[in-house]
């Protein structure tokens, strides 16, 4: 019995040298001995509770210190490092700089994918050289466009590699560029332009395909940018559907705070005879990002352009019930839960003859079969991870009291209940919001008078970008609820859309 106590005390001890070992970022007992050994530590095996919290705490003192030196080194020889990070001397382990690190991920494969052009490391080397002679703002870790929040390549330091892979289409030379702003995304505007753009008239908006990553989409659009800098007309770029010259002039006057899609959907809107209410309308629907059966959608855009004294609130409603209608297979119950699937309901809907007042009479009835439908599969799914929000203002001595709370819909039974108690079609976005392509939320107060529905919010999730706002019957927000809203935008990283 006393053997197998000693045995197991053992056993046990050996488990905690070994976890020990572990937190010590070593990787063996001969390297244990081998450490203790040149930090002035005792090199036997058997050692007490203090004992080993002192090497711990050593090793955690002496690897902060390095770190510290490492980073301070990289600050003081930047031109060297980055020489090193571009020749593959260095790798991210052996950096501390996000930047350097961020440089090196870039770097770690020289053979990017089919769609992309392999990084010049030589011109990577003279560009970064030259920048950081310049002293220039582009080596900081935070996104570049803050719309784009966290996603790979939206960084000034990834944007620089691509530019690095396009060294032929240089118009100028780099070491004749100098900062002229203390604002990093206006330096980076001047460096686009001074290196790729002959004329000088390229619109704002398209410097975001420069921060988009590495996608197939992303180098698409970047050699947009490479075509029109050329002094090209944007007409001859392989796009989503052709533009008329009247379009391709709109395009390149668009808005600054516009996306290079929607910048597409400007031009089209505008170049048909549209506004810009219709045009920033049309921005919280499914057409700003998605150029399916375009044909088809040029004509319903052609209805709205037609019809200008219809208010724009119902821009998005009556998008929603025509993509439903036309594109969206039907679900057939034949038996208590089981179900098959069919084609759309109008497989065939055309705008030619429709009034705005029938069509929107159809758009009601489509609600209210939403709301009484009771056969819909139920589904759930995870949070985003975007914050909630609760603000309290007033107080109830007063009778001023009001508490307004933001929070998400995680089933389509609750997107069900939303869109019966707002009257809309909220219930239809069940299907994105399982994909986690967007998120919905609801805005609800409570006061001394009871507890109220104020509106409904959409958010772009990956954009981080609150597309779509609105209440009871599909109505604007106030000027109220827009402030919350914005309250809320900030408190959780998020940005409100301007044509919200």
Not at 238 to 244: G, R, W
């Amino acid at each position: 019995m006393r053997r197998k106590n000693r045995q197991a005390l053992t056993e046990d001890s050996d488990r905690d040298l070994l976890n020990h070992i572990v937190d010590l970022g070593l990787s063996s007992v001969e390297d244990y001995r081998d450490w203790c050994g040149r930090h002035g530590f005792s090199r036997k095996l058997n050692k007490n509770c203090n004992q080993r919290g002192r090497e711990k705490l050593f090793s955690q003192q002496y690897a902060a210190q390095k770190s510290f030196e490492r980073k301070r080194r990289e600050k003081r020889n930047q031109a060297d490092i980055l020489h090193a990070v571009c020749t593959g001397e260095l790798t991210d382990d052996a950096v501390t700089l996000p930047y350097l690190k961020r440089l090196c991920q870039v770097l770690r494969h020289d053979q990017g994918p089919k769609h992309e052009r392999q990084i010049n490391r030589s011109a990577l080397i003279r560009l970064l050289t030259h920048l950081n002679g310049c002293r220039a703002k582009f080596f900081e870790g935070s996104p570049a466009v803050a719309s784009l929040g966290q996603m790979p390549g939206n960084t000034y330091v990834e944007a620089l590699a691509l530019i690095a892979a396009h060294p032929t289409s240089w118009q100028r030379s780099v070491e004749d560029w100098k900062p002229r702003s203390h604002s990093a995304s206006r330096q980076f505007a001047s460096l686009l332009r001074h290196l790729f753009v002959t004329y000088d008239d390229m619109p704002l908006f398209f410097d975001v395909v420069w921060f988009a990553g590495r996608t197939k989409e992303a180098a698409e659009r970047r050699s947009w940018y490479l075509h029109v800098g050329r002094g090209q007309n944007i007409r001859y770029c392989k796009l989503p559907f052709s533009l008329t010259k009247k379009m391709a002039h709109h395009f390149m006057h668009a808005p600054h705070d516009v996306t290079i899609d929607q910048a597409l959907r400007w031009g089209q809107v505008v170049g048909l005879g549209g506004d810009e209410r219709l045009a920033r309308a049309i921005f919280g629907t499914r057409l700003a990002e998605s150029f399916e059966h375009h044909d088809f959608w040029a004509t319903v855009i052609r209805w709205f352009v037609s019809n200008p004294l219809l208010d724009r609130a119902h821009v998005g409603p009556i998008i929603d019930y025509i993509h439903f209608q036309r594109f969206v297979p039907e679900h057939i119950y034949v038996a208590p839960r089981h179900r098959v699937e069919a084609g759309p309901a109008q497989p065939n809907f055309s705008m030619k003859g429709r009034t705005p007042e029938v069509l929107l009479r159809r758009v009601n009835e489509w609600h209210r079969t939403l709301a009484n439908d009771n056969r819909q599969q139920v589904r759930q799914w995870q949070s985003f991870g975007i914050d909630g929000f609760e603000f309290v203002e007033g107080s109830q001595k007063n009778g001023t009291y009001k508490c307004w709370t933001i929070r998400e819909l995680l089933s389509s039974k609750s997107l069900m209940s939303e869109g019966r108690q707002m009257k809309h079609c909220v219930a239809t976005y069940a299907s994105s919001c399982a994909r986690g392509h967007c998120s919905i939320w609801t805005m609800e107060i409570q006061s001394c008078e009871g507890f109220t529905k104020a509106v409904t919010i959409e958010v772009r999730n990956n954009a981080r970008l609150i597309c779509q706002v609105r209440g009871k019957a599909n109505r604007l927000p106030t000027e109220k609820e827009r402030k919350i809203i914005q309250r809320w935008a900030e408190s959780a990283d998020l940005r409100l859309a301007s044509y919200v």
